[in-house]
């Protein structure tokens, strides 16, 4: 059983790691470039999302009710009074955990109901890793 696993697993993520390390992948696409981070406020947010995320091809005539519902949910929650580029930027992040692991899991949770499932969460920040220039305020948590 394990090893079936294992199997599964390895197979998933070799091909994953390779692209990855290749560079040749769509996180890149995904990311905001350092000269606009310190400008980055609601336009550019709902911009990401027109650009990124929810585009028209998808989404036809519906797109901009959907960039609208999108951000109010994201701008909203837990809003500080001071808006600055730092709370935009936050909330991509918010956007892209909940796309890229949160609903995944959450799916994964709805069809495996009754197995075994721990979740664990990371808090630790190796500020080495993280460029000068961007200042790490706090650990991420919701």
Known sequence: MINSFIKKISKFFY?????LI???????YLGIPKD???EFGINQFKN?????IIKKEY????TEKVV???SNFYLNYDKPKNLDNWFYLERIVYLMTDIQFIIPLA????????WPLHIYINSYINKKLIPSEIKIKKKFSR
Do not use: A, W
């Open 15 to 19: 091909p994953i790691s390779q692209v």
């Open 48 to 52: 990401y999302l027109r650009q990124k």
């Open 68 to 70: 609208e519902h999108i």
């Open 107 to 114: 799916t994964e949770i709805q069809n495996k109901q009754g």
């Open 36 to 38: 606009e981070l310190n």
């Open 22 to 28: 290749l560079g040749n992948n769509s996180l890149r």
């Open 59 to 62: 989404f036809g005539d519906f």
